[in-house]
């Protein structure tokens, strides 16, 4: 089954504990992207990348890190997690070629960092 | 100006009736243009992309491109219950950077 998977799902943390949250899809994409959604602010994009070890600044980089060393995996890395990264987390893919230009979404990632 | 906002909500229709959601957007380059839909707690679907100026029909789902006037509609005829969820549009330029933007989303209720 073709789909973007996240974990973990729930995540409740401190502030300053690194943590990762990891994003795989199995639709050999070549463009993947991180967003968080807050209420009454949307979904704004994090990071995204264009294909393997390419990567760039969305709207709301700080505080956040990636990498993309495989083609299937984006993971999210908070280096030092505070209160306003609490958030609902999307990870998302698609193609950049082909006509298709749907991307497809994971489940979201729910984070509290106290 | 926002570069891509949305009608602020909620937005109520009866059921059976038809849904009117609207978006408008600041670049003039933008090519692409999509509606989501997202259930409460659940992560966004494509419900219809459209390219070109004009309609574009998929079931009870119609997308309305006017690149002249900058805005992209959806209209959703014979509401049903199942239709509520919170419609997010997003638009994505012309050239290499494929970033997507997106409003901030709508609200729809359809009340039985």
């Known amino acids: 089954e073709a789909q973007v998977t996240q974990n973990p799902r729930y995540l409740i943390t401190v502030t300053g504990k690194k943590l990762t949250v990891t994003c795989s899809q199995n639709m050999n994409h070549e463009y993947m992207s991180w967003y968080r959604q807050d209420p009454g602010l949307g979904l704004r994009q994090i990071y995204y990348?264009?294909?393997?070890?390419?990567?760039d600044k969305g709207d709301v980089p700080e505080g956040y890190k990636v990498s993309r060393k495989e083609k299937r995996n984006f993971p999210l890395i908070l280096e030092s997690p505070s209160p306003n990264q609490t958030s609902l987390y999307f990870c998302?893919?698609?193609?950049?070629?082909?006509?298709?230009?749907?991307?497809?979404f994971g489940p979201g990632t729910r984070l509290l960092v106290l | 100006q926002k570069e891509v906002e949305q009608n602020s909500g909620p937005l109520s229709v009866p059921e059976g009736a038809i849904a009117s959601l609207n978006c408008t957007y600041s670049d003039r380059g933008s090519q692409s243009f999509f509606w989501y839909r997202q259930y409460s707690g659940k992560s966004p679907e494509l419900i219809m992309f459209?390219?070109?100026?004009g309609d574009k029909e998929d079931g009870r789902f119609t997308a309305q491109l006017n690149k002249a006037s900058q805005y992209v509609s959806l209209l959703i005829r014979d509401s049903q219950p199942s239709d509520s969820a919170t419609y997010l549009c997003a638009v994505r330029k012309a050239g290499a950077n494929s970033k997507l933007t997106f409003g901030k989303g709508i609200t729809l209720s359809v009340r039985p």
């Open positions: 990348s264009m294909n393997v070890e390419v990567t």
């Open positions: 459209i390219y070109s100026n």
């Open positions: 998302a893919s698609s193609l950049l070629t082909g006509g298709d230009e749907t991307q497809y």
